[in-house]
């Protein structure tokens, strides 16, 4: 389940930082807060329009760090809050998470759809 304060994030202005490890080692990209998507069963789905390093780490290790926050909501300890997301993903083509964010994104060529293991308020 994602938590109320991150989907509040999720609605904010912010850039989202996602940490994977390939055999060459740690790679990261960004994304903005309000390009992702979420799912009736708590993943997250981001879109990919190169991201191709990333595929390649996810193909060869699943596990993904997210980071992601937003000044404008109420933190632990006053304005602001972020969130350190663990899961494990997975680049799709086609189906339905795929098609509900290229709906959206035309340059869209790729989601990847997180599965959540831990979703930690960090401040």
Known sequence: MIPEKLLEILKQDGVVAIATLGADGPHMVNTWNSYLRTTE??????????????????????????????????????????FLIKGKAQFVTSGPDFDVLKAKFEWLRATMAVTIESATQTW
């Not at 993904?64 to 300890?77: A, E, F, P, R």
């Open 41 to 82: 069963d708590g993943r997250l789905l981001i879109p990919a329009g190169y991201m191709n390093r990333t595929e390649a780490n996810i193909a060869f290790n699943p596990e993904v760090l997210i980071t992601m926050g937003s000044s404008k909501v109420k933190g632990l300890y006053g304005p602001g809050a972020g």
